[in-house]
């Protein structure tokens, strides 16, 4: 069956699909469409011409039993407000099939009369147990195995919702060997019968079978098993939990006595351990802590570095003496409180003056002035790094040369660059300036 849409039906249609809403445009009362002919938004289906692959083969087998279905990436799905809004008519199917061709088909599970929920068996031996525990048979109903080759246990088991199952059930249960997907206010979703595992490359298959309604023995036996089950769960999670508090209780007993072996701590006989109290009363009254305070602070303190009191401690006291002890520090009227003495600045060593950083310039010359007597022009621009093609370069070395010592001569194979033997000093008995602006003063450079 076939359904025409107009062109801001279709266009809202599509927009859903995509992931996005958008109002719907209505035109005003009274006036025309500009461009009547235009063509309608989204992929246009030709006359005669019908979509066939593989969502859509699931798609609409799925719909057929009365699901809504929605496409999936991964066993997830990625449609806007899909479980809000699933696709149930045979046009939103067509339409997704065309932009989802390859994707699997999801079935959206949620809680009312009449729709349809899931068991979703993970472990072999529940419906065994289910038949056993209550002395009942499970109905026939619609069944799809997730593996059937590799794992037959693993399957879900569909049935309809009741009066009952709807007013019993109040959310979506993990309960561990199975779970209950579609009973919560939420909806949920399972991969459709006909979808192909990409781990194992099974095809879930189903029993063809109609959806059965949930007796109300099964809707009580689930929720008094699931109980269980989850109330078990929380019990061993508690208890591993209560193990690795243990665990790492021991870890930072064992770690705080190697602190206190390589700090010497161990050693300490009551003598020293009450030296140790009066000074920590006294850091933390300088400190500013209040006086019903240190009792606590000093306990948990000694604790800490020293460990557990214990009876039989000969270098410490038991837990009642050590309170005991500590009062008594505390109420000492010859302790010294008050404020810390004051921070003051380090001295100043004298005036220092950092030289700025060498210039590329004062580099330059420098390594200018290393250079033997008489050097080629081209093994100048080597050693200086520049280039003898660029300008700049040209004035860069001239002047660097000049400035260490040197002058230009036209030999036979090139230009040179020879040492003047007065040192610095130009054949006119001028000195060189080691600035490269010098040229550039308007006062003459004295002689």
């Known amino acids: 069956m076939t ?28 006036t025309k469409d500009v461009n009547p002919s235009a063509p309608a938004l989204g992929p246009q289906e030709k006359p005669n011409e019908r979509t066939d692959n593989y969502f859509l083969r699931i ?47 999801g079935l959206v599970l949620k809680r009312g009369v009449g729709e349809p929920f899931a068991i ?20 026939k109903t619609y069944t799809v195995l997730s593996r059937p080759e590799t794992a037959p246990y693993k399957c879900h088991i569909f ?42 490359g099974e095809v879930r298959t189903g029993s063809g079978m109609p959806i059965a309604a949930c007796p109300d023995w099964l809707v009580d036996w689930l929720v008094a098993d699931s109980n269980r089950l989850r109330n078990e769960k929380s019990a061993e999670e508690r208890r591993r939990r209560a193990e690795v508090r243990a665990v790492l209780k021991r870890v930072a007993a064992e770690d705080a006595d190697e602190r206190r072996r390589l700090t010497g701590y161990d050693k300490h006989g009551r003598e020293d351990r009450y030296r140790y109290l009066v000074s920590k009363t006294r850091t933390l009254s300088n400190a500013g802590m209040a006086k019903e305070r240190l009792p606590s602070e000093l306990l948990s303190q ?46 100043s060593t004298g005036l220092v003056i950092k030289r700025a950083p060498e210039s590329v310039w004062e580099r330059r010359v420098k390594v200018a002035r290393e250079f033997p007597e008489t050097m080629k022009s081209t093994e100048v621009y ?65 002689y």
């Open 59 to 105: 798609a609409m087998a799925t719909r057929a039993r009365g699901f809504g279905v929605t496409p999936l990436r991964d066993k997830r799905p990625f449609l806007h407000a899909w479980n809000r809004h699933p696709l149930t008519t045979e046009t939103e199917i067509r339409i997704a099939a065309k932009e989802y061709p390859t994707c699997d088909v």
């Open 3 to 30: 359904t025409n849409l107009t062109e801001t039906e279709e266009a809202e249609l599509l927009q859903r699909l995509y992931g996005f809403w958008k109002p719907r445009l209505r035109p005003i009362k009274g």
């Open 159 to 200: 049935f309809r919702h009741t009066k009952y199952s709807e007013s019993v059930f109040k959310k979506n249960v993990n309960a561990g060997d199975y779970d209950l997907i579609g009973i919560g206010t939420r909806a949920l979703q399972v991969v459709s019968e006909g979808c192909v595992r990409p781990d194992t």
């Open 120 to 139: 979703d068996i993970d472990v072999p031996g529940v419906v065994e147990r289910m038949e056993r525990e209550s002395g009942k048979t499970l109905p």
């Open 302 to 347: 000694y604790v800490a570095d020293y460990g557990e009191a214990r009876e039989n401690d000969p270098n410490g006291w038991p837990l009642a003496e050590l309170k005991e002890k500590i009062q008594s520090v505390i109420d000492n009227p010859d302790l010294r409180r008050g404020n810390p003495p004051p921070i003051r600045p380090r001295m």
């Open 382 to 446: 080597d050693r200086l790094g520049l280039d003898c093609q660029k300008p700049g370069d040209k004035r860069a070395v001239s002047r660097v040369m000049r400035a260490a010592g040197f002058v230009a001569r036209r030999g036979r194979r090139g230009a040179m660059w020879e040492k003047v033997g007065n040192g610095g000093v130009n054949p006119a008995g001028r000195e060189w300036s080691s600035s490269p602006f010098s040229s550039l003063s308007s006062t003459p450079t004295s």
